[in-house]
T-cell receptor, first 117, second 111 residues
């Protein structure tokens, strides 16, 4: 079974702190994603990566950065946390799956609920 | 841009009732369509998917048919159980492996 793990289930930080959220997958997937989940808004893509050291902005990248130094690990960084970044953060991974039948099945971690005070 | 619209929740049903959660999409091209489920305290799991028009995805008694003419992918189950209580997300993908999600529908099943 695919396993995606996230470093913390719950995290409380103060405004202005630098925050690191870590995600690790064990299935040698090329693609990794960071989303935030807010009530009534569904999941919104923050950043994604197709390969090591590659990153692309999603729909809401402002205030975030990412790092992918190894294939299995994708980190989300809040350079200076703010209260409006209080949210549930979900990491996901998928294989390239270039065949039509295997497109884009993403496997999700359990999420990190971040509270910024 | 691409978008997904789900019926607003929350939805509350009694056990063994029939379930429909509506999902419509707007997209250029021919997206793949997905339903993901999120049980309390967990991440999202893929429930079912369909990759082309008229395909039917099914899993755990749930079904959804890709309707290109109505741009819809409604989720149905004939007889729900308490264990089906969760948040359900409709999503689409085309090209680049990115998913676009609907806002989610919270389903509660009462015994």
């Amino acid at each position: 079974d695919v396993k995606v793990t996230q470093s913390s289930r719950y995290l409380v930080k103060r405004t202005g702190e630098k925050v690191f959220l870590e995600c690790v997958q064990d299935m040698d997937h090329e693609n990794m994603f960071w989303y935030r989940q807010d009530p009534g808004l569904g999941l919104r893509l923050i950043y994604f990566s197709y390969d090591v050291k590659m990153k692309e902005k999603g729909d809401i990248p402002e205030g975030y950065s990412v790092s992918r130094e190894k294939k299995e690990r994708f980190s989300l960084i809040l350079e200076s946390a703010s209260t409006n970044q209080t949210s549930m953060y979900l990491c996901a991974s998928s294989s390239h799956g270039w065949g039509t039948g295997s497109r884009a099945t993403q496997y999700f971690g359990p999420g990190t609920r971040l509270t910024v005070l | 841009g691409d978008s997904v619209t789900q019926m607003e929740g929350p939805v509350t049903l009694s056990e063994e009732a029939f379930l429909t959660i509506n999902c419509t999409y707007t997209a250029t091209g021919y997206p793949s369509l997905f339903w993901y489920v999120q049980y309390p305290g967990e991440g999202l799991q893929l429930l079912l998917k369909a990759t082309k028009a008229d395909d039917k995805g099914s899993n755990k008694g749930f079904e959804a048919t890709y309707r290109k003419e109505t741009t819809s992918f409604h989720l149905e189950k004939g007889s729900v159980q308490v264990s089906d209580s969760a948040v359900y997300f409709c999503a689409l993908s085309q090209g680049a492996q990115k998913l676009v999600f609907g806002q989610g529908t919270r389903l509660t099943i009462n015994p």
